[in-house]
């Protein structure tokens, strides 16, 4: 590939006439970096040139941390060039690196070039959405299809390859993995290069069936960007193979997801593998913030966001843990890490106290050592989240606090399932969400017995009056009423929209934690409406948006977020959906309160 078809490759380049790109490929000099050689200095003199990776990583270090990695095809240098102010970052040669300069005379003359420009002039949401359309789809949103992101078709050595064979292709076709036709098929990256051939000693005629990933994991091209974000955080990997009709037709990385960007969350994830001390957690709070600022400027709806916060916030947790145990040794009994509320269901956004638990296998023999063991363990734990910017939980609903063996966690959901006075009421609806995040200890049990809710009918009922004391600000005439002028979207609209999912998705014998799933299995089991379910799932997610812009908008100007958001500074269509969100939520209040005859309930 010579430089002028390199570039071509390397958004926002392909944007500009083929004139400009012969132009800025003759100005151009290539340049090499030595492994561990500073390119830029943070703090230091501004950068002089634009650079492009050709070859190799080149690491973003703040205080000596990898905040990034670029790789080739990645602009870096350019915040610096344009602002003429000293770099943010530490710039590494990660490896041995080979890369291209543009002189900052040569740059701005091809900031004449509109479309060239708005790349590097935008905000971090307009770059993110130029470098998606620039892979391929004209994707406006991490909604698209992610086979808009295949660049090129997909490689393969046969079975039988070795290690230097695959390599060989690899180099050749400069790409970071090659797919092992064998059955299932199975896929070789760079890492694996590194970690399981080099670091483990072995030479260039290893079997390439002796190091590859297999199966490897695959996703249909038609899934939307932000889903296959998600999968490869859970899955943690950094490639995927996309499918159409039982066939391979791409694979993209996780740069291809999120690219140019040092706060995404497959750089957050990044960074929570690689840790090996609490200390080097105590940014995971802001870095998060940044991340989900990135993912709602991208186009993605909160209750995604929701999704992705949730997987990072549990690789914090596993990654806590694992350090906990390491100088701890290994737990004395099987044991189960639970997270409950919004983190349970998945709709956390910006981190707000911690909910949590532990529940370890019940046993007579060895009690005394396994309370001691994990009030230990859950002491570190808890005190680690809160050195990550989780705050502790007001009303002592962490770990420290709830660890209990099975058997009494069976008790006391059983206690608040056939007494359901208001206490038990409110500490069901905080715990009935739970959903486990790290230990081996089957929750069965305590799944069965939620699922057996379904048979307490006073049970139920109460859960739906709870979810009625939640009041909707409307006045005469269903006007809106405010508080200063403000108006709180969680206590008037998503509290009562989660009271009465929950209520309903326990009344159909559903295990489904998140409110959205919760609304379907309702409508599935006949507890909830059809209508009534969409309509509400329809206001959820509409009121997250709300609140998330406003909590962003909060963050950025150094106050906390806040649930409230001013009315009038609504548009006039969003304070029109905000009336019929709360009409409609009131009226589903009402009419589930009916079926579920909370007026005969008593005091």
Request: aromatic share 6%; hydrophobic share 45%; net charge negative.
């Amino acid at each position: 590939m010579n430089r002028v078809e390199f570039l071509r490759s390397c958004p926002p380049f392909e944007q500009l006439t083929a004139d400009e790109l012969n132009s800025a490929a003759g100005q151009m000099e290539k340049i090499r970096f030595d492994r561990g050689e500073r390119i830029l200095q943070q703090g230091g003199e501004a950068s002089a040139f634009l650079y492009v990776v050709r070859q190799g990583e080149v690491g973003l270090l703040n205080a000596g941390q990898v905040q990034q990695m670029l790789e080739p095809t990645e602009l870096f240098g350019y915040p610096s060039l344009l602002d003429q102010a000293a770099p943010l970052f530490d710039v590494i040669a990660v490896t041995d690196v080979e890369a291209y300069r543009l002189s900052e005379k040569a740059f701005r003359h091809l900031l004449n070039n509109g479309a060239f420009a708005r790349y590097f002039l935008g905000g971090l949401g307009e770059r993110l959405r130029a470098a998606l359309r620039a892979s391929g789809g004209g994707a406006d949103t991490l909604s698209a299809p992610v086979k808009t992101l295949i660049k090129r078709p997909p490689l393969f050595a046969p079975a039988d390859a070795t290690v230097q064979d695959a390599a060989g292709i690899m180099s050749r076709e400069r790409a970071s993995s090659v797919l092992i036709q064998a059955e299932p098929p199975g896929i070789l990256t760079d890492r694996d290069l590194r970690t399981r051939v080099l670091a483990a000693g072995l030479g260039p005629e290893t079997p390439v069936s002796q190091v590859m990933s297999q199966p490897v994991k695959s996703l249909d091209s038609d899934t939307p960007i932000f889903a296959a974000l998600l999968h490869m955080l859970e899955e943690g990997i950094h490639h995927l193979a996309l499918v159409e009709e039982g066939q391979v037709v791409g694979v993209v990385t996780s740069t291809d997801l999120l690219r140019h960007q040092a706060h995404s969350p497959i750089y957050l994830q990044r960074t929570l593998e690689i840790a090996t001390t609490v200390e080097e957690l105590q940014e995971y709070a802001t870095e998060a913030t940044h991340a989900v600022d990135l993912l709602h400027r991208g186009g993605l709806g909160a209750a995604q966001i929701g999704r992705i916060v949730s997987t990072l916030n549990d690789a914090l947790v596993k990654k806590l843990v694992q350090l906990a145990e390491a100088e701890l040794g290994p737990a004395p009994v099987p044991y189960a890490w639970i997270v409950f509320g919004s983190e349970g269901r998945s709709e956390q956004l910006l981190l707000t106290d911690q909910d949590n638990a532990l529940i370890y296998e019940s046993s007579q023999d060895g009690a005394a050592r396994a309370e001691a063991y994990f009030a230990e363990l859950t002491r570190r734990v808890v005190d680690g989240l809160i050195a990550a910017g989780f705050p502790p939980c007001p009303g002592g609903y962490m770990a420290t606090n709830w660890r209990k063996p099975l058997d009494e966690w069976l008790a006391i959901f059983d206690g608040w399932i056939r007494t359901p006075t208001p206490q038990a009421l409110m500490e069901a609806a905080i715990f009935f969400d739970f959903r486990p995040v790290h230990g081996e200890l089957s929750l069965e049990p305590l799944e069965a017995l939620i699922t057996d809710a379904k048979k307490h009918a006073i049970f139920l009922g109460h859960l739906v009056r709870a979810a009625q004391e939640f009041h909707p600000p409307l006045g005469f005439f269903n006007r809106i009423r405010t508080d200063d002028g403000l108006v709180d979207l969680k206590q008037g609209g998503i509290a009562p929209i989660v009271g009465l999912a929950r209520a309903c998705s326990l009344a159909a014998g559903s295990r489904e934690r998140s409110t959205l799933e919760r609304l379907t299995a309702a409508a599935a089991g006949g507890t909830m409406s059809r209508e009534g379910a969409d309509n509400l799932a329809e206001m959820f997610q509409f009121l997250l948006a709300l609140r998330l812009r406003q909590q962003l908008a909060d963050v950025r100007t150094g106050r906390p977020p806040s649930n409230q958001v001013r009315f009038q500074a609504l548009s006039a269509i969003e304070r029109r959906h905000l009336k019929e969100a709360f009409v409609i939520i009131r009226q589903m209040q009402e009419g589930i309160g009916d079926a579920f005859r909370t007026s005969a309930l008593g005091g």
